[in-house]
């Protein structure tokens, strides 16, 4: 890979420079000198790219169905029996259409929770984005599936080179109510053992902990706890029911968390995800627009603005959750809990960026380019995504998309139910 110069970009107000070599940033300032690709950035913004901390990408087929139900009948009765039927090619597609629709709103990395790992990589590659992919359990307490799922983890671990640098494998086991301890202290173990990242719905809605508390006679973290599964290997998503004991726990621990606001809104989990009482224990935390049946969209920006305004609204105080926490739990906060090396502009950093057009409405007046970028902007102010130092969209344009959109809209067909 060659090298590129974005030329007369705006940051920290000043107009500068950035000279990326390969993969990396390697000066930032007034360069004069020549490049293999010189992009003139002049009206436009630059900053980090932006990082979807969970979601469920091929669920983009599913965009618009089954809404305006409760969770668990939306799981059990509407998800689940369509998802028995998706074959791996179907996924691959679901797949790249989510990065597509990532690259438009200036995405470059997600943390996915699918089945058929090696679609979902395939589809990540493909379209240049860098993604955490897991190999998914949900063995239903049924031993033979316990087994099984433990030996296609492996498969696809072993696999799973051939689709580095850019895709990570990651072991994800859904839900303590999807996943017995027998896998989760297996699981636990094979992350240890082979330096992995585990990621897992936790504490999500009442029903969950309540259930917990009748099997185990301890509330989610604590039965995790228990059983050695906690340490700063694992990403925890929504993490909305959570009582003081066990945010002390998650903080012992080292445990991240990925704060999920819309989904958690529209599926109506009844709780806020509790950012301040977090923050003080210095939990990491990032965010993720969950997948695009229960979102419905993939835009970080919309995320951020949503979440920092229920925050406030939560806590009865306007100064929680402000445009810099927002701002940094989407780039920063997500390039620590992902080992990422991106998340800012600056040389040996990943050249992770994005361009947004200054001119868009909803960033004039410039006051406050964090501000309008939280509280007024969405992913359509996004001109231009760089991801590892490749153009993924110049312009608003991202070749192919036509393409892939019509072979979207053939698959997605099969998914409609009268």
Avoid at 15 to 33: F, M, P, Y
Avoid at 366 to 373: K, P, Q
Avoid at 389 to 411: H, W
């Amino acid at each position: 890979m060659g090298s590129l110069l974005i030329k007369n970009a705006i940051l920290n107000e000043e107009k500068t420079d950035v000279l990326v070599e390969g993969t990396k940033i390697a000066r930032v300032g007034r360069i004069e000198e020549e490049a293999d690709r010189i992009l003139d950035a002049s009206g436009k913004a630059i900053m980090p790219s932006f990082i979807n901390g969970h979601t469920h990408a091929a669920m983009t087929l599913f965009r618009g169905y089954a809404d305006d139900m409760m969770l668990m009948d939306w799981l059990q009765n509407k998800i689940w029996p369509l998802e028995a039927k998706i074959t791996p090619e179907e996924v691959y597609w679901g797949t790249k259409f989510a990065c597509l629709e990532m690259i438009r709103n200036g995405v470059t990395f997600f943390n996915d929770m699918y089945w058929e790992w090696e679609a979902a990589a395939r589809a990540a590659k493909d379209m240049g984005l860098r993604a955490f992919i897991p190999g998914v359990c949900i063995d239903n307490f049924d031993p033979k599936k316990a087994r099984n799922d433990r030996d296609r983890i492996e498969r696809e671990f072993k696999i799973s080179a051939l689709y580095s640098p850019l895709v990570t494998f990651e072991v994800g086991p859904h839900a303590i109510y999807t996943v017995s301890e027998e896998n989760l202290r297996w699981i636990a173990a094979f992350a240890h053992e082979h330096d992995l990242m585990i990621h897992m719905h936790l504490s999500e809605t009442q029903t969950e902990v309540d259930n917990c508390l009748k099997r185990h006679g301890m509330r989610p973290v604590e039965y995790l706890d228990g059983i050695g599964f906690l340490s700063g290997r694992l990403i925890a998503t929504h993490c909305v029911w959570l009582d003081s004991r066990e945010m002390d726990i998650l903080a012992e621990k080292g445990v991240n968390a990925v704060t999920n606001p819309c989904s958690n809104l529209k599926l109506a989990v009844n709780k806020i995800f509790p950012f301040s009482r977090l923050k003080r224990r210095g939990i990491r935390m990032t965010m993720g627009t969950d997948g695009a049946a229960s979102n419905n969209n993939l835009d970080m920006l919309e995320t951020a603005k949503i979440s920092a305004l229920i925050t406030k609204w939560a806590e009865n105080d306007p100064t929680a959750m402000n445009v810099r926490d927002a701002f940094d739990m989407i780039t920063r906060n997500g390039s620590e809990i992902f080992h990422l090396n991106n998340g800012e502009i600056k040389a040996g950093k990943d050249a992770d960026l994005v361009l947004v057009d200054l001119s868009d409405p909803a960033l004039v007046p410039n006051h406050n380019l964090i501000s309008n970028m939280i509280y007024s902007a969405n992913g359509s102010c996004v001109d231009t995504t760089i991801c590892q130092g490749r153009i993924l969209m110049e312009n608003k344009k991202i070749p192919g998309s036509e393409e892939l959109t019509d072979r979207m809209k053939e698959i997605s067909c099969k998914f409609i139910i009268k």
